[in-house]
Each structure stands twice: as C-alpha cells, then as structure tokens.
C-alpha cells in the first residue's frame, strides 16, 4: 500500500462535463460550436444529450438561451448558451427528478 497525498483528478470524461468546462471558458457558445469542440464521435446522439442538459440549467437560471440569426436563408437560427451563474469547475448534474445539483456549493437549485 502507497502512502502519500493523491492528485486530485484533472481530467473529464463525460459529455455533460467536458460542455460546462468550455462554456465556463467560453462564456457563450452555441450547440454546434459546443458539439464541434468536444465531441469525439464515439457519443451516442450528442445533440439531444446536450441540449436536455444545457435546456435543465436554463431553467435552473445557471444559463440564459437565445435565437441568433445563423445567415442561412432557410433557417430560424440557432441557440446560443451563455452562462450566467458561473458554479465552479465541476459541472453542474441534472438529476432525474428534474433538479439541479451543484456539487461546488452541495446546494439544490
């Protein structure tokens, strides 16, 4: 057996995670911009798993969504995410129950 202090764990694994580190860095993303910069193609259905997740933390008034126009002539436009209440570096968990949880502050929002 090894004695000593452990490194605390730097590294995300989870979809959910790795998108509230690049929000917190970015500020403000939209879902393809998120879904370009951390999916690595091996997620099931990345979209929908994002935009459940990033849709519980706007009702939780962790984020704010908003229609930008994309330039396209067809389209309505896209959501942009921007985070509005930064909780620390571990990333908020959206319970089945339709609850927040910060694991930062322990505290239900």
């Known amino acids: 057996m090894r004695s000593g202090q452990k490194a605390p764990r730097t590294r995300t694994s989870g979809l959910r995670a790795r998108a509230w580190w690049v929000l917190r860095k970015n500020k403000s993303m939209t879902l393809v911009e998120i879904q370009t910069t951390i999916c690595n ?12 997740y990033l849709n519980r933390l706007v009702d939780a008034g962790v984020m704010r969504i908003e229609v930008v126009d994309d330039g396209k002539l067809t389209s ?17 968990i959206v319970r089945n129950a339709g609850t927040v949880f910060d694991p930062n502050s322990g505290a239900l929002l």
């Open 41 to 52: 193609g091996v997620e099931k259905d990345p979209v929908a798993n994002l935009r459940k």
């Open 76 to 92: 309505n436009g896209s959501y942009r995410y921007t985070v509005i209440r930064n909780l620390g570096p571990k990333a908020p």
